[in-house]
């Protein structure tokens, strides 16, 4: 069995010293295991558990030390179950820089401080690099809180090395070589070495749907725009899903939006950001997370909605869960009514943007701020409002969230209102109220507000608002750095579990 590190920089492989005589070359290969276990904060946040379903034994997020397993090496990790249930699902994380086509994934009991018999297993003919990859587990396997169990990844013999990922740790993990099949029972292992836990996962699919993933218009209002993403694919009766070269916007200027980078699953829109070392539009490229030889290239992506909503009076709300803080990126849910950008009456919500380094460039702050600005459209400018990173909100980083903006011109002065809740049903914290006299880039009038507000010069039938979701990077400006200062750029990916508009 061969194990290598991915570290951003190291000039030479870090041997240790031999576990136990009479092993010879796979004993000192064994041993290049790094206890160390350097952690790529890029992957911190990423998890194999979806929507609906409950964690079992592993852990779901993606580790930052890359392992590579040559075929026929089976190794097994040991990690006690967090619930009792029963297996639906096996999920590993395989790194991109994998070369096995096909793996194998087992879940074994523990028999005298050992894998024992095998309790779940199944395939994945067609791997998927850089992501989680899953297999359907059948005949209802069960397995008990607090006991220990074994999660194991093959590469059959006659295959390619198996690359996948694993935190640091000092659990004794079992290897076992010359396998075509999991072994069942596991049997003499091969060996022992010093290992983390492996990016893996056995999950029980929920017989209820998630409670908590419901966001609903308040009183007063009522819903007019909806998706849960439910279903395998984007709605397009109710989305544009760009495809696209990049642009002048900032948001576009090096992004090349692509439509591959979007998709739905597991009860959510997922988009993607990657790094590629030649163009990757019109014909994608592969992803290359670490600095290309030459120039750097990026992908993101950017569904639209196709009809605005809720013109004078209104809210939209925004469930999802930001990636992973990367030097770079830039993910965005945001709004904006029918006009083109500098028109007369453009009007944008920004619900939320996140940057790297949002106080100073270069500078890596609080992962939990976020930014929330308001452009409209003077007759020669857009003009923003000022003062636009609030928070931080503990926790607001990771898992899934609520975002809010609600507008109002039926008032005076007309006001613009930002919300975050941690969950549907928590409490709002008001981030800020925008009105014409609250700080803006250029002077601004009510009147202005007004006329962005109710769209004024709309097509009818489809005045209002559309709401906007972009996984982009950050061209190098005075205020923020590119992804291009990122040693591996390959951030989790932005997912939205539902949006929602509201007609006042």
Request: hydrophobic share 35%; charged share 15%; net charge negative.
């Amino acid at each position: 069995m061969t194990i290598r590190l991915h570290v951003k920089r190291w000039t030479a492989p870090l041997l240790l010293a031999a576990m136990a005589p009479g092993c010879g070359v796979q004993e000192d290969d064994i041993a290049a295991w790094d206890d160390e276990g350097i952690l790529d904060q890029a992957h911190q946040a990423a998890t194999g558990v979806d929507p609906g379903e409950t964690l079992l034994v592993g852990t779901e997020a993606v580790a930052g030390t890359t392992v590579s397993l040559n075929a026929g090496v089976v190794d097994a990790h040991p990690i006690a179950a967090v619930a009792s249930g029963t297996v639906a699902k096996l999920k590993v994380y395989i790194d991109a820089t994998n070369t096995a086509t096909s793996i194998r994934l087992g879940l074994y009991a523990q028999s005298s401080s050992a894998p024992g018999a095998l309790v779940a297993s199944c395939s994945i003919p067609s791997v998927t690099n850089g992501g989680w990859n899953e297999c359907a587990v059948s005949g209802g396997a069960s397995v008990a809180a607090g006991a220990t169990y074994y999660v194991a990844v093959l590469s059959p013999s006659g295959g390619n090395a198996v690359k996948a990922r694993r935190a640091s740790g000092t659990s004794s993990a079992r290897w076992k070589a010359g396998q075509s099949a999991l072994p069942n029972p596991y049997g003499t292992p091969g060996g022992t070495f010093s290992a983390g836990l492996l990016s893996f996962t056995a999950v029980a699919a929920s017989a209820a749907p998630d409670p908590i993933t419901t966001i609903s218009c308040p009183p007063g209002y009522t819903e007019v725009f909806r998706d849960d993403f439910d279903g395998t694919s984007v709605d397009t009766t109710k989305w544009n899903v760009a495809n696209q070269n990049s642009g002048e916007a900032e948001y576009i200027r090096l992004t090349h939006m692509l439509a591959a980078n979007v998709s739905v699953s597991g009860g959510t829109l997922k988009i993607a950001s990657k790094r590629h070392c030649s163009d990757p539009y019109p014909t994608v490229s592969p992803e290359h997370p670490e600095q290309c030889g030459g120039t750097n290239y990026y992908s993101g992506g950017l569904v639209t909605g196709k009809t605005g909503y809720a013109a004078g009076k209104g809210m939209m709300i925004f469930r999802a869960k930001m990636p992973s803080p990367t030097p770079g990126y830039f993910p965005a849910l945001w709004a904006r009514n029918t006009h083109s950008w500098q028109t007369n009456t453009y009007g944008e919500l920004d619900l939320i943007e996140k940057w790297w380094d949002p106080l100073s460039k270069g500078v890596h702050a609080d992962d939990d701020l976020m930014a929330q600005t308001t452009w409209i459209y003077d007759g020669v400018n857009t003009p923003q409002t000022t003062g636009n990173v609030f928070g931080p909100y503990a926790g607001s980083s990771t898992g899934f969230h609520v975002w809010e903006a609600e507008w109002d011109a039926t008032v005076t002065p007309a006001t613009f209102k930002y919300y975050y809740r941690d969950t549907p049903t928590a409490t709002r914290h008001l981030i800020r109220t925008v009105t014409y006299n609250s700080g803006w880039s250029r002077p601004m009038t009510d009147a202005l507000m007004k006329a962005a507000i109710n769209d004024t010069g709309c097509s009818p039938g489809s005045c209002g608002f559309r709401p906007y979701v972009d996984f982009a990077v950050q061209p190098d400006s005075t205020y923020h750095v590119s992804p291009d200062t990122a040693a591996t750029y390959d951030p989790t990916d932005l997912e939205v579990d539902a949006v929602i508009t509201c007609d006042g």
